[in-house]
């Protein structure tokens, strides 16, 4: 009896869970949609760091924006591209692949790739240049070598 | 493989070329998306009388906006500045002057009105979106804007030296007087 009271008062802790205010569970998705905008905008006042991370008083008034506009039912896109039109691209952490944008994104991976190749060449070069050993050419092992060899060897039994 | 060696060369020149050309430039200085675009309207309490001034009230006059708080030091140093710039427009009937104060506690606000003088309206910006409307990045910062109720001019920082000069005689009077604007 003792233990059933126990499991019911347990299971009660968490049934107000469910019953939460709708505008209350509402608030939380708000939030979380809210942070996910926040954090590809840029804080104008700050060192590359997103309003959402930021603690001045301009990236918490643009949170609020985007809280806002979010309640008000527009979509990330349209409050990125408002911000845009405010501050222009710099705004956005991320920068947007169009035009000559698409030169920082694809940069890196193309200069990786054409450094390969040339680092692929020179080496081939390098490698054809050396003169490949033939086996009539390897001198046999001296008597003085051998021996040393054999006395380290025998040092690690 | 000579002509590998040129091209690596002009690569290698083409880049020191780029950065020595940022360096001439002002890090801080981003251009304004907004110049050549409409002004976007707002309205907002009066600092000193708490009467609701709105942007669409002046259209079809010339518009000097200001960005200021009392906190900023920049912006006592360009007040006296904005008030010559008043004083000598303000018979133009198209000629019209805001302020906009941001991130300020209203007492303080007209405490610097009081002791550095005040002949224009000032709207209070309690929630900082007419700042974030206009791009702002902080204070003070300033915004000429055409009978057609567009952006012609932004200017970040106090409006002293040449600025005020070039604000009155390449911007201001030749929007009064109807001219274009020589860029």
């Keep these: 009896m003792k233990k059933a009271l126990w499991v019911i008062s347990f299971l009660l802790l968490f049934a107000h869970a ?41 990236a918490r008034q643009m949170r609020e924006v985007v809280r806002e ?66 086996m009539e050419e390897l001198q046999p092992l001296d008597e003085a070598h051998r021996k040393r060899i054999e006395e380290e060897l025998k040092s690690f039994d | 493989m000579k002509g590998w060696h040129v091209a690596t060369i002009v690569v290698i020149l083409g880049i020191i070329g780029l950065f020595y050309a940022g360096l001439g430039r002002d890090p801080r200085s981003i251009p304004s998306v907004l110049v050549g675009k409409e002004a976007p309207v707002f309205s907002g309490p009066d600092v000193q009388s708490g009467e609701i001034l709105a942007l669409d009230a002046y259209k079809g006059k010339v ?64 929630k900082g979106t007419i700042a974030i409307d206009y791009g702002v990045y902080g204070v003070p910062e300033t915004f000429v804007i055409d009978s057609h109720g567009m952006i012609r001019f932004k200017y970040v920082g106090p409006i002293v030296g040449p600025v005020y000069t070039q604000i009155t005689d390449q911007i201001i009077r030749p929007l009064l007087e109807g001219k274009e604007l020589q860029r």
Aim: charged content about 20%.
């Design chain 1, 18 to 58: 469910g019953t939460l205010p709708a505008e209350l569970r509402d608030e939380t998705a708000l939030d979380a949609r809210t942070r996910d905008v926040a954090k590809t905008l840029r804080c104008t006042v700050c060192q590359n760091e997103s309003i959402w991370d930021s603690k001045a008083d301009l």
């Design chain 1, 69 to 134: 506009r979010l309640a008000q039912g527009q979509s990330p896109e349209e409050i990125q591209a408002y911000f845009q039109s405010r501050y222009g691209d710099y705004i956005l952490l991320e920068p947007t692949k169009s035009g000559m944008n698409w030169l920082l994104w694809t940069g890196p991976f193309v200069l990786l790739g054409v450094g390969g190749i040339i680092l692929y060449l020179v080496l081939r070069r390098w490698v054809a240049r050396t003169p490949a050993i033939r």
């Design chain 2, 63 to 126: 518009i000097v906006l200001n960005f200021w708080a009392s906190w900023c030091q920049e912006c006592r140093l360009e007040h006296q500045n904005l008030l010559a710039i008043h004083r000598q427009f303000r018979n133009y009937p198209d000629f019209v002057m805001l302020g906009i104060d941001y991130q300020d506690q209203p007492g303080d606000a007209i405490v610097f009105l009081n002791s550095f003088g005040s002949t224009y309206p000032h709207v209070r910006d309690i």
